[in-house]
């Protein structure tokens, strides 16, 4: 019988390490002057430089060295008095100089944390995250294998190269080995990454999409039979490209391992790849045979020195810390421990803000999107803010307020414009979803719903008020349910006397 | 009047006084070139039509009576290191066969910029990796001493571009002495900048942490003249020093040692030195006694140590710095036949596009670098590396200048080493720690010696940033040996004749 997750987790003590790249939202790219921007036509954003000419040398780009400092501080690292770049040799069609460029030995932060909050069973649990080091590398450029089953290098028919990406700056978080976390191995990597990603948003260092690559997890998972102590073989997962897939993918590792070790197999140190679709791994190349990068300082640059008032004056900038913006939030919205958590965690809070900034009630924005929207987010497994924007679904709650749509018509409304039939006011339009607050039409329906009942309406005007219940029905039958039930019982009442 | 055998300080004065124009210059140039380049093979690339127009617009400028920076006009022939946009640019190598640089470096940039009109490219040991001029993929440059000796290397075409008369200056690349020991056997001078003094922007790198572009001539001040020009602080080039360019120009017009205290090296004479080698540096530094200066004998212990760690270091570099030739991008592409794999292409390109020398040094920097030897090897070098510098640092705490033979022989026979590369390593003895210092180095003809009749290089070595020093020293001893011998030394070489 192949183990399910709770059955692993209780036999198996799960260990986690995780490590983030994060695309730096410089102007130019880490080591030359070409523009960064994303989805420019292919090869546009090149020069000797990145694309690794003959001739051509490295200089470090200061802003991406502050934005690494930035993030070092706000994980509360201590920031390298002196750090240097290495090189990282192999060949690859993508990496323009068959080495890439990256701080290896001696990283620019080192040793922090990061605190986090998670649900358990018995509520809210604190948990600190230990950061091993923050360092700086340039991405690579892309390759796209065309041609061939797989979409991988070998097999394909031919490969074209995009240097756009070559040289972007990076900057890699890696945590210690996190520990301890029992079952709530996922939800301590959702939270992490979810609260690393708020960090880097409140520096403005990045734009941590990580639909768009410029955020990315790599999940290292290890397993040990409960209460050994031990450190099991580790597996590391990459391409987990949300939030959910981080979750995802622990929960997935969890059960593949666990099932392993039950039939004496051992793990295999490897990389393995995460399927959006399945929520599992497949292995990518192994480690065993582990590639030697042949490591050595880069001589083309110099080490980075950076002095010590300046690491003062960019701490002096640091924006408020996402816990303490959390607080401040929670505190002016009025939200229960429990749903700041659910928000948080389920990374809402930034569109919540933003709806609320949009003028919606602090209640109905919150119970949209961790309601409705995050239901119809887990539905079509994927991320709530993906679906809709924060100005649609602020439309919609400041339609209900108006009276225009009732709660039942604007969850059809959110279900037409997150099917993309464009935003509310033309999903209305289309739909014909608009509430019946036209008196002469109601008029029409209660008339009509007297006719067909004549007995209950003579109750009711001989003073039997709860019987109007059943007119009230037949009329919001009759109109589809677009009616507003308090105006039809207004008028119903009215219209027999009442 | 100007002939292609003046001085590059003579051609200026003559171009600034009209006597001569430019493109006069460079047709004699090219006139030479195509007389004797078919015996010496200096060159592997003439870009005629851009230096004749370059030499067109320098002519047309000063004639509009615009001041003009002291060398335009003047041509230079240019290592085949140093990209140059849309003008071949090999290395020495088949590898870059037919590769057209979309860029200039830095150094072609500010000779373009000094008016300076560029010949061609000349030849090099492939990747400037050798010391003969021999490991070029498109044969090798002949010595214009003697047509069946080597004229040095890696940069054995700009040293025997000069001393064929094919050009009056040239630039050179110096990773262990490139340009030094070429100069030697020639009978020219050669300088290699403090390490940061001139930018590698563009220069095709060979080791990152040694190499350094530098000037090559007939004279101590034409090269002081065209090192002024090619010097200086670029952010392109991160380990650019940011700091004034040394007076070298002044220093080379001093003329003067007098109370300069020169430093013997005890470690870099005697065995394995030719006997006339050694004679020609003994008179040498007896004429900087009677202009003044003060010998002391200075030991440099570790020097021993300083081939064995370069030849980790500089391999280490070579073998990632090369990585990049791997026909994605550009260069040749070998057996790209649809069928097989990019991994498989890259193989054969490599395979065909380096030569054996090229493979050799990829081979020993890739297993210095591997995982389990790093320490041993490159980890061990980098430290030998720290204790010449502290060698040096010691010497100049009591001399003002060190001096030594720059090669330990004069121009062997080509062929005669090529199948001992360790006989061929040792070539650059007494310039390799230089390069590992990042100090100046400079070699001035000193003579021929007694037994072969053959050029011998002085080598004065100068602290970081000081390079005026041994421009000052080596100005005042070219001085002295030019009185004593009445002619400049090349006026004893053979004339060559066109076939």
């Known amino acids: ?498 | 009047m100007t002939t292609i055998r003046s001085t590059a300080a003579e051609m200026a004065a003559a171009l600034a006084a009209g006597t001569t124009t430019s493109v006069e210059l460079t047709n004699a140039h090219y006139a030479q070139i195509e007389k004797v380049d078919g015996a010496v093979h200096a060159f592997l690339h003439l870009d005629k039509e851009g230096a004749l127009a370059q030499a067109e617009a320098v002519d047309a400028k000063r004639k509009s009576g615009t001041e003009m920076p002291p060398l335009a006009g003047v041509p230079l022939a240019l290592k085949d290191l140093l990209t140059q946009k849309g003008v071949p640019t090999t290395c020495g190598s088949r590898m870059l066969e037919g590769w057209r640089p979309p860029y200039d470096s830095t150094v072609v940039s500010k000779l373009k910029a000094a008016g300076i009109v560029i010949l061609g490219k000349t030849n090099m040991d492939e990747f400037a990796m050798g010391s003969s001029t021999e490991n070029s993929a498109y044969g090798p440059t002949h010595n214009p001493w003697d047509l069946a000796r080597i004229p040095g290397g890696s940069g054995g075409g700009s040293a025997a571009a000069l001393a064929a008369f094919e050009a009056p200056l040239a630039i050179g690349s110096d990773t262990g002495g490139s340009i030094r020991q070429p100069a030697a056997v020639t009978g020219t001078v050669g300088v290699k900048p403090t390490y940061g003094g001139v930018s590698r922007y563009g220069l095709i790198a060979f080791s990152s942490s040694l190499d350094q572009a530098g000037p090559c001539a007939r004279t101590v001040l034409d090269a002081a003249l065209l090192h002024e020009v090619i010097a200086g602080h670029d952010e392109r080039d991160s380990t650019s020093i940011n700091a004034p360019v040394p007076q070298v120009v002044k220093a080379a017009k001093k003329l003067d040692v007098k109370g300069m205290k020169i430093g013997v090296v005890k470690e870099l004479q005697g065995e394995g030195f030719q006997s006339g080698v050694l004679s020609r540096f003994h008179e040498s530094l007896d004429a900087l006694v009677s202009a003044g200066a003060e010998l002391v004998e200075v030991s440099c212990p570790n020097f021993d140590y300083a081939l064995a760690a370069y030849y980790l270091i500089a391999p280490s570099e070579c073998s990632s710095n090369l990585a990049r030739f791997d026909s994605m991008r550009y260069g040749i592409r070998v057996g790209d036949n649809g069928e097989r794999s990019a991994e498989e292409v890259m193989k054969l390109t490599r395979h065909e596009g380096f030569g054996p020398e090229v493979k050799r040094r990829i081979i020993l920097g890739t297993y210095a670098l591997s995982s389990g030897y790093y320490d041993a090897y490159y980890g061990s070098a980098q430290k030998v590396r720290t204790l010449i510098m502290r060698d040096f640092n010691a010497a100049f705490a009591k001399v003002d200048v060190l001096v030594s033979p720059t090669a330990p022989t004069t121009a062997f026979k080509i062929g005669e080493q090529v199948d001992d590369p360790l006989a061929m390593y040792l070539n650059d003895i007494a310039t390799i720690p230089v390069n590992l210092a990042g100090i100046g180095g400079m070699s001035v003809p000193c003579g021929l010696a007694a037994e072969d009749g053959l050029p011998v290089g002085f080598q004065i070595m100068s602290p970081a940033m000081r390079d005026d020093l041994m421009y000052q020293v080596g100005g005042t001893l070219e001085a002295a040996l030019l009185s004593k011998w009445g002619a400049p030394i090349l006026d004893k070489a053979p004339v060559l004749v066109g076939n």
């Open chain 1, 1 to 498: 019988m192949a183990l399910n997750y709770d059955q692993a987790v209780a036999k198996y003590e799960p260990t986690l390490g995780l490590e983030v790249h994060v695309e730096l939202n410089t102007k130019s790219k880490m080591f030359c002057s070409c523009a960064t921007e994303f989805g420019g036509a292919p090869n546009t954003q090149t020069c000797p430089v990145c694309l690794g000419m003959p001739g051509a040398l490295p200089v470090v780009n200061g802003r991406a060295i502050e934005s690494s400092i930035l993030i070092g501080l706000a994980l509360n690292c201590s920031v390298a008095p002196f750090s240097r770049f290495a090189r990282k040799n192999y060949f690859y069609p993508d990496m323009p100089k068959n080495f890439q460029t990256s701080q290896y030995d001696e990283p620019i932060c080192v040793n922090g944390y990061l605190d986090i909050e998670i649900e358990t069973d018995e509520g809210l649990k604190a948990f600190r995250v230990e950061i091993e080091r923050v360092h700086m590398e340039e991405d690579t450029g892309k390759s796209l294998h065309v041609g061939g089953a797989t979409g991988r290098i070998h097999g394909a028919d031919y490969s074209l190269l995009d240097y756009n990406r070559a040289g972007i700056p990076l900057v890699e978080i890696v945590t210690k080995i996190v520990g301890g976390t029992g079952k709530y191995a996922p939800q301590v990597a959702r939270a992490y990454v979810t609260e690393l990603r708020d960090i880097l948003r409140s520096l403005g260092v990045s734009d941590v999409k990580m639909e768009q690559g410029s955020m990315r997890c790599d999940v290292n998972l290890s397993l040990a039979p409960m209460g050994s102590g031990a450190l099991g073989t580790r597996s590391e997962t990459k391409n987990v490209n949300s939030l959910r897939s981080v979750e995802r993918a622990v929960i997935g590792e969890v059960i593949r391992q666990s099932n392993r070790l039950e039939s004496g197999e051992r793990i295999v140190q490897e990389t393995r790849h995460f399927l959006e679709e399945s929520g599992q791994t497949r292995p990518g190349r192994s480690k065993e045979q582990a590639e030697d990068y042949r490591y050595f300082p880069e001589p083309d640059l110099v080490p980075v020195v950076p002095d010590s008032a300046w690491i003062e004056e960019l701490r002096s900038t640091l924006p408020e810390k996402p816990s303490t913006r959390r607080a401040r939030l929670q505190a002016d919205w009025s939200v229960p421990d429990k749903e700041m958590t659910s928000l948080v965690n389920a990374g809402l809070l930034d569109v919540v803000e933003e709806t609320i900034a949009l003028g919606a009630e602090p209640t109905r924005a919150r119970s949209w999107w961790l309601g409705e929207v995050s239901r119809l987010a887990n539905e079509r497994e994927v991320d709530p803010t993906t679906l809709i924007t924060s100005a649609q679904v602020a439309e919609v709650i400041a339609l209900i307020e108006s009276g225009d749509l009732t709660d039942k018509l604007a969850r059809q409304v959110v279900e037409g414009v997150i099917a993309g039939e464009g935003n509310p006011s033309a999903v209305i339009a289309q739909r014909g979803l608009k509430v019946v607050s036209d008196d002469g039409a109601l008029m029409t329906a209660i008339e009509a719903a007297i006719a067909s009942q004549p007995e209950t309406a003579e109750r009711i005007r001989g003073g039997n008020i709860p019987a109007a219940g059943a007119l009230i029905g037949a009329v919001m039958k009759a109109t589809g349910g677009q009616a507003d039930a308090a105006k039809v019982r207004e008028l119903l009442l009215k219209h027999l006397g009442q």
